[in-house]
């Protein structure tokens, strides 16, 4: 069966990140999605290029946004959209012609998903940034780092992408249930400094209750406690612990060896670096994967720490079947994972601008009209159009 938002059409204004990445999640689950490239996107001699699964599940059409025609032809595709997506700062799109109030006055039903970093309004709308900073002030950054030393990047992985394109595509999902209820369309403010403090929310309220400090390292989730830790092995690599509960830690103890009589309490914080240590010195006596032949597959609440290349080959997610097997690249599978109307991996466009000419004439664009823009320099000609019958 068809994915879960089959029959839903999206415009996407080209973005970076964030964006892409929320509008892949829709994509995989079967929405239709139209991305619009820049007119100065369009190689001068297309070939079509290896597929990119960062791109799939997208047609892209190329048009010149500063060209009135081309805002008209963007209107039009809006029309007949359910949903909308631009990444620009704040009014910017307003200023392009493709605000939310003039598209719900052609299509009042259209969910109109606007993704920042800071938000539509606050003192910091107007000016530019990237994940790391939206993570900063949140707290994120500074709840992450060893005991003593600075904080870590987390890398990408909060602020463009689970704060960021899932908060944005998570957002358009309930805008989307809501019109086709009410018939009413409405503008999704997707910031990313929103969806870090979301996702931190857990924390803020340890913190208010008095179960968090301000020094890093020293808490639950954070490195502070032994047994929620990285520690390194005779070879150099790692391996990760996290027994938070007594009959797991008890078990994770009898694994490696270590008499529980002869350790502080589990959840004695004051002596939290003895025990540290006590795990660190027996954690290097053998290889990570010698440590994976004793505590993998128990409760002992463990895993090796894997490069990017050794999670690809790690025989759970080969079993999950986490990368399309058939695909040459390492590209994931879509998910979660639907029982009746699972998603699917769609194509990417062959290169910037590639659909145009098949996207319009699907927007209802007679052959003269796509001519009157190709010879305007509106949209591309190209190879994809030299010498095709556009009728």
């Known amino acids: 069966m068809a994915g879960p938002l089959t029959g839903i059409k999206v415009v996407e204004l080209a973005g970076l990140g964030a964006l892409p990445f929320g509008s892949l999640k829709l994509a995989d689950m079967g929405a239709e999605v139209v991305r619009v490239d820049r007119l100065s996107e369009v190689p001068e001699n297309p070939e079509p290029r290896p597929h990119n699964f960062w791109d799939r599940g997208r047609r892209s059409i190329a048009v010149d946004l500063k060209d009135p025609?081309?805002?008209?032809?963007?209107?039009?595709?809006?029309?007949?959209?359910?949903?909308?997506?631009?990444?620009?700062?704040?009014?910017?799109?307003?200023?392009?012609?493709?605000?939310?109030?003039?598209?719900?006055?052609?299509?009042?039903?259209?969910?109109?998903?606007?993704?920042?970093?800071?938000?539509?309004?606050?003192?910091?709308?107007?000016?530019?940034?990237?994940?790391?900073?939206?993570?900063?002030?949140?707290?994120?950054?500074?709840?992450?780092?060893?005991?003593?030393?600075?904080?870590?990047?987390?890398l990408t992985v909060l602020g463009d992408f689970a704060g960021g394109g899932l908060h944005l595509a998570y957002g358009v999902v309930c805008a989307l249930l809501e019109a086709q209820r009410s018939g009413r369309g409405q503008v999704v403010d997707a910031a990313m400094v929103d969806g870090v403090m979301s996702l931190m929310g857990v924390f803020h309220g340890m913190d208010a209750m008095g179960m968090n400090t301000d020094a890093t390292g020293t808490n639950l989730f954070d490195g502070g406690a032994p047994f929620y830790n990285v520690y390194e092995?005779?070879?150099?690599?790692?391996?990760?612990?996290?027994?938070?509960?007594?009959?797991?830690?008890?078990?994770?103890?009898?694994?490696?060896?270590?008499?529980?009589?002869?350790?502080?309490?589990?959840?004695?914080?004051?002596?939290?670096?003895?025990?540290r240590e006590r795990f660190a010195e027996v954690f290097l006596t053998r290889t990570r994967d010698e440590w994976s032949e004793i505590l993998e597959g128990t409760d002992a609440c463990y895993a090796p720490v894997l490069t990017l290349s050794e999670a690809r080959d790690y025989s759970h997610n080969r079993e999950r079947g986490a990368f399309l097997a058939e695909s040459g690249a390492p590209e994931l599978v879509p998910t979660p994972r639907l029982s009746v109307t699972p998603g699917e991996p769609g194509t990417s466009p062959d290169w910037p601008g590639a659909d145009t000419e098949a996207v319009l004439r699907e927007a209802g664009f007679t052959r003269a009209e796509l001519e009157s823009l190709q010879e305007a320099g509106t949209i591309p000609i190209g190879a994809a159009a030299r010498g095709r019958d556009l009728s």
């Open 233 to 275: 092995t005779r070879d150099g690599r790692y391996v990760s612990v996290a027994p938070m509960e007594p009959h797991f830690y008890a078990l994770l103890l009898e694994k490696i060896g270590l008499d529980p009589d002869t350790l502080p309490d589990q959840y004695d914080n004051a002596r939290w670096p003895e025990l």
């Open 69 to 154: 025609r081309g805002v008209e032809t963007v209107l039009r595709l809006a029309e007949g959209a359910d949903a909308f997506l631009e990444a620009f700062r704040p009014g910017v799109a307003e200023r392009l012609g493709l605000g939310p109030e003039v598209l719900h006055a052609r299509n009042p039903r259209l969910v109109y998903g606007r993704l920042t970093g800071w938000g539509q309004t606050g003192p910091l709308a107007q000016v530019a940034g990237h994940s790391l900073n939206y993570e900063a002030i949140t707290g994120a950054t500074h709840s992450i780092g060893p005991r003593g030393g600075p904080p870590v990047p987390a």
